[in-house]
Every structure is written in C-alpha cells, then in structure tokens.
C-alpha cells in the first residue's frame, strides 16, 4: 500500500468501527467475532455476521493498515526490560545497528537526530540475562551504552482513534486517564506453566479465525513450549489465563494493532527533560494526562554520561510542524524545564518483543 495513497478511501462505518474502537477490549470469549457483529450492528446499522467481520479484520490488516490482530503484551511486567542507547560513528552506523538488530531479544531501534543517535529497547527474561546482552553490545560494538530502564509509568499506550483529520494522536479526546506506576527492574509476572505457554504462542498475534483461542489452545498443547511445561489447556483455560494477565498487568490490551505510519501518523518525537526529582510525579502525571501525550515515563538521569534527563514524553503526529507546536505548548505551559526533542529519523528494526527465555526460566 502507498503511503501517498489516502488509506481511508475505501473505509466504511465498519471499517471505521473496527479500526477507531477495537484496539482494545477485544471480548476475551470462545467466539469473540459474533459479539463484535452484534455491537458494531448496534452502532451503525450495518447487518453482518462474525465472518464478515472477521473478513474485514484479514482484509485491513493486508492492506497494512493493522499490524496484527491480538494481544500487546507489557515487556517489564513480563521480564526485565530497558531503553538504550549508543553514539555510533557516522562511518559505522550500519554495522553498529547490524550488531544491535542481529539480538532477538531487541525488539525495536530507530535512529534519532542526536548525538545518541541509535535508541532501541532490549527484553529478556531476568534482569541478569538483558544486562550481559547490553554488556555484550558494549563489547562488539565499541561503544558506550547509555542504560535508562523505566522507573515510573505515568501513561504508556499508542491507542488513538486514526479514522479522523486529527493533525496529531488523540486531537479528538479531552484527556487520558493516568496514575503513576512503579516498575522494578527485576519485575517479572507471577507466571505459571500455561502463562508462560500462553504468552510464546500469542506474542505475534492471535490466528485469525472464528474461535482464536481454541485455536491458541490447540497450539499450546501442540507446541513445545506446552509439552515442556506439561500443559494441554482447555479454550476455558486460555480465557482465564488472559483475563488473568490482563488484571496483572502482562497483557495491556487484546485488539487490532494498528500501523500508525500507514494510518499517516508519520511524524513523532522524544521529548527528554530536567524535571526536579522533587516534582517529578505531579509533573509526570499531569503531562500524562494530556491528549496529545502517548507516552509519559521517568528514567533514570546518567550524570556520569552527561545524561541529566528524567522525564520522557512521545508525541505522534501526521506533520512534523503540528509536533513541534505541542512541544512548544508542553514546554510553555506544563513544563517550563530545559529539554531536547530526539526526532526518529529511521526505523532500524521493529518487532514484537521475544519471550523464549522466560520460558527456559520458568522450568
């Protein structure tokens, strides 16, 4: 699909239905799609039945316009995870992404205009393991790495209505919910065999079927994950293990993942700021708060790296021009602090986060 294309010609109130209002809460039920036939018949007048919808689902996420369909799942909940970064030489920057990007368990690196110029995130299953990875990236790559492991969650989702003319994410609401969650560096989500099963086999998506957690069911008690924990689930079991980590948090939401480049949300932005430490959660849960935020979180400053930022904010927009005025407005009224704008400028490398070592810890 060309990104010069208008993507929303050929989307209908169904379309529309699915795309704006199922990126979260997807009904967690042997047969999820007749439910959301049934709402979105209520809504639009728009008699279909679930495979319809269902086809829907397949044709939208072949035209790119949805990642995948199925469940997001909370990397430092479920494992120990970070941000990171390096100053790659100019003349080295590809071979120093081609060292980053060649670890599974880095799952996203993009290219920043600053001098730390390649920023990517590492997950793995102990605090322990996501350590040497980065001691190891150190090693090979030559180059310093700046550790900033989040400490604080203030607001963290890319769920945004994209069916709109909205110059920027969340244009369109008045404010997001926010509350201030501590996260450990040693966090790991209290899993039992099925969880951890569970969670290999959705981590890139749900079969897109009429009954997908059947189906998720039957390749757990196929696979070798479910073999090795000794686990032949029931679809009853799979409901009640993901409602179970959606409650604790491993799951932050079951839905259409939707492509925000393709949708025309091409432009976003790091903010990085100097807030005292003393102010640091009004500031971050008010900022969270905002619309126009999609994520708010505090890392740790690095003194020793001239690395004096604690509070992080990401801004989603479809111009550059739109971002950089609710910077301005962010800056002027909510956070009068010094801070710098890292515009990605490449997308390195972006995946799902990779779960095949929590199990190996799990046994």
Not at 214 to 237: K, L, Y
Not at 258 to 282: A, Q, Y
């Amino acid at each position: 699909m060309s990104l010069d294309a208008d993507w929303r010609t050929d989307v209908d109130a169904v379309d529309a239905a699915l795309i704006d209002e199922y990126q979260s809460g997807f009904p967690v039920e042997s047969r999820p799609f007749e439910r959301v036939a049934r709402e979105i018949a209520a809504e639009t007048g728009v008699s279909l039945d679930a495979s319809e919808v269902l086809d829907r689902v397949r044709d939208l996420r072949e035209r790119g316009v949805f990642r995948r369909f199925g469940a997001v799942l909370n990397p430092p909940v479920i494992g120990s995870s970070t941000l990171a970064a390096v100053q790659a030489p100019a003349d080295r920057f590809d071979e120093v992404a081609e060292i980053i990007n060649g670890y599974p368990q880095v799952n996203h690196n993009y290219r920043r205009d600053h001098a730390w110029n390649q920023w990517f995130v590492v997950t793995a299953g102990s605090r322990e393991t996501r350590d040497e990875i980065l001691a190891e990236i150190e090693a090979r790559t030559g180059c310093a790495v700046l550790t900033l492991p989040m400490l604080t969650d203030y607001y963290i989702d890319l769920e945004f209505p994209v069916v709109n003319g909205d110059r920027f994410a969340r244009e369109s609401l008045e404010e997001t919910a926010v509350s201030a969650t501590r996260i450990s560096e040693d966090a790991r989500g209290d899993l039992t065999p099925l969880d951890a099963a569970l969670l290999l086999s959705i981590q890139d998506g749900f079969p897109l079927s009429s009954t997908p957690y059947a189906d998720v069911a039957d390749e757990i008690a196929a696979s070798d994950a479910g073999a090795a924990a000794g686990v032949d689930p029931t679809v009853d079991d799979v409901l009640a293990a993901v409602e179970r980590l959606l409650a604790d948090g491993c799951i932050k939401r079951i839905g259409c993942v939707v492509n925000h480049v393709v949708t025309g949300f091409t432009s976003n932005c790091m903010v990085v700021w100097d807030v005292p430490d003393d102010d640091l959660d009004e500031r971050g849960e008010a900022v969270g708060s905002l619309p126009y935020v999609t994520l708010c979180y505090h890392r740790p400053r690095r003194p020793e790296q001239d690395w004096e930022y604690n509070l992080f904010t990401m801004i989603h927009g479809r111009e550059a021009d739109a971002v950089d005025r609710k910077i301005d407005e962010l800056a002027a009224e909510h956070l009068p602090y010094d801070h710098e704008r890292l515009y990605s400028t490449e997308t390195l490398k972006q995946t799902g986060a990779r779960y095949e070592d929590l199990v190996a810890s799990e046994e």
